[in-house]
T-cell receptor
Framework: KAGVTQTPRYLIKTRGQQVTLSCSPI?????VSWYQQTPGQGLQFLFE???????NKGNFPGRFSGRQFSNSRSEMNVSTLELGDSALYLC???????????FGPGTRLTVL | GQNIDQPTEMTATEGAIVQINCTYQ??????LFWYQQHAGEAPTFLSY????GLEEKGRFSSFLSRSKGYSYLLLKELQMKDSASYLC??????????FGDGTTLTVKP
């Protein structure tokens, strides 16, 4: 079974730009969660999607948004990038609530 | 809100036993996850405790006390490859996972 895949793996953007990250979950997994990981803040929950609906949301500004498609693939968008958005963005898939999450390799975003 | 505390760093010797503690304060607690994360890699699942008590999986064991808001991860027969960051994460009834900042474990020969 293929694992969680994320594209792109690395990304460099400048302040004010917008970016879209993609996550393909493990086949059969309908829940996809997104996290931001930085050295100072650790792993911070962004949002979770299940069957194309946002089920939970963390404490991030509205510049951070996401969506999930009918095939469970998910995208995350960040608009008007700020220097502080530089981080590793991880997505994780699972079969449902309370179940083991499988993480993708992450997308390393650098904002200059 | 939720508050999760775990030590920042720990050092242990190859072949020894180490216990990594995690304390939490949260509402709507459902369970507690432990993940291992090697430098530059994604976290990988180790355990999920919902009920009080100890769960053992090979060299790794995880303990939970819901009344005390306390969990620990016990690693036995330490190997060099166990050097990594260990993350505890509280999972709530609302379906949210909140992670601690992680404990960086260094195993020395």
């Amino acid at each position: 079974k293929a694992g969680v895949t994320q594209t792109p793996r690395y990304l460099i953007k400048t302040r004010g730009q917008q970016v879209t990250l993609s996550c393909s979950p493990i086949s059969g997994h309908r829940s996809v969660s997104w996290y931001q990981q930085t050295p100072g803040q650790g792993l911070q929950f962004l949002f979770e999607y299940f069957s194309e609906t946002q089920r939970n949301k963390g404490n991030f500004p509205g510049r951070f948004s996401g969506r999930q498609f009918s095939n469970s693939r998910s995208e995350m968008n960040v608009s008007t990038l700020e220097l502080g958005d530089s981080a590793l963005y991880l997505c994780a898939s699972s079969t449902g609530r309370g179940n083991e999450q499988f993480f993708g390799p992450g997308t390393r975003l650098t904002v200059l | 809100g939720q508050n999760i505390d775990q030590p920042t760093e720990m050092t242990a010797t190859e072949g020894a036993i180490v216990q990594i503690n995690c304390t939490y304060q949260t509402s709507g607690f459902n369970g507690l996850f432990w993940y291992q994360q090697h430098a530059g890699e994604a976290p990988t699942f180790l355990s999920y405790n919902v009920l009080d008590g100890l769960e053992e999986k090979g060299r790794f064991s995880s303990f939970l006390s819901r009344s005390k808001g306390y969990s620990y991860l016990l690693l036995k027969e330490l190997q060099m490859k166990d050097s990594a960051s260990y993350l505890c994460a509280v999972y709530t009834n609302a379906g949210k996972s909140t992670f601690g900042d992680g404990t960086t474990l260094t195993v020395k020969p």
